[in-house]
């Protein structure tokens, strides 16, 4: 519904109806029902003239009212229909019920990899639920500042610029995101030592590797911002021994 404040405290642009609009004109002696009047607005808008152009056409003399509340309402009706039709939205000539409005499809988790290791698949599907799904997002970006909060830690003890800092905290957020998706018995708290050095332990699956490759090309050729090479050699070293070191969090691996 359109609302706005004109001609003094008491007037208020709104369409309270087809019904309450048809009784209003016939009372000002217009020849025009609601959908007359809805059609000539249209057109009038189409041919960019305004709501001084188009309303003195609704009738064929200045219409006349015994009672100033009623040329009141009739304004405020005709103007309020007239901002609908700016504002392009749709107009209900009926008082019937509205139709139900259609249910927002829930977005789906993708199926967990568990036992095995993630597919490309899975990954692609994990990142597209992170991005569409706000509250799965929000509820995985607790879990991770909650569990992982020594590994954020070592991160931001690196010496990274802001940029990097950003860049590493979003990646290992996905990456534990996805891990958490695909591994329902969960993770636990990686050892956040694991950032100063290379690890001996088996390497994270390939579909997580690409996934970090792929991010830090893109970030390394953004327009506005992108890494410089020495950064991001760094960055890389870290994401890398973060991916390695959550892989091992999972419990009952």
């Known amino acids: ?4 404040k004109d001609r003094g405290p008491d007037f208020i642009r709104q369409f309270e109806g087809a019904q309450t609009l048809d009784g209003l004109l016939e009372l000002a002696g217009s020849p025009c029902d609601t959908a007359e009047v809805l059609e000539r607005m249209r057109e009038a808008r189409a041919e960019g003239d305004g709501a001084n152009d188009v309303i003195p056409t609704l009738f064929a003399e200045e219409p006349r009212f015994k009672d100033a509340e009623l040329a009141r309402r009739l304004y405020q009706n005709l103007l309020g229909l007239w901002d609908l039709v700016l504002e392009g939205k749709s107009v209900r000539l ?19 990899f568990h ?4 597919s490309a698949e899975f990954v692609e599907a994990a990142w597209r639920y992170l ?3 706000d509250k799965a997002r929000t509820r995985l970006m607790h879990a991770f500042e909650n569990r992982q909060d020594g590994l954020l830690g070592a991160l931001d003890a690196a010496g990274l610029t802001d940029e990097g800092y ?3 905290r979003h990646l ?3 990456l534990h995101a996805m891990l958490e998706l695909g591994w329902p018995p969960g993770l636990m708290a990686a050892q956040a030592a694991a950032l100063d050095r290379d690890s001996d332990a088996p390497p994270a699956p390939d579909s997580l590797q690409a996934y970090v490759t792929e991010a830090l090309f893109e970030a390394e050729h953004d327009e506005e ?11 890389r070293t870290l994401v ?6 959550l892989w091992r969090a999972r419990k009952g691996r």
Not at 94 to 112: I, M, N, T
Not at 225 to 235: I, N, W
Not at 240 to 245: E, S
């Open 115 to 118: 036992p095995d290791a993630p």
């Open 1 to 4: 519904m359109s609302r706005s």
């Open 131 to 133: 991005e569409d799904d």
């Open 240 to 245: 890398q021994r973060g991916l390695v070191a």
């Open 166 to 168: 950003g860049i590493a």
């Open 172 to 174: 290992l957020f996905e």
């Open 225 to 235: 911002h992108p890494l410089a090479p020495q950064e991001l050699a760094q960055v």
């Open 94 to 112: 009926e008082d019937g019920p509205r139709p139900p409005r259609p249910k927002k499809e829930r977005l789906q988790a993708p199926a967990p």
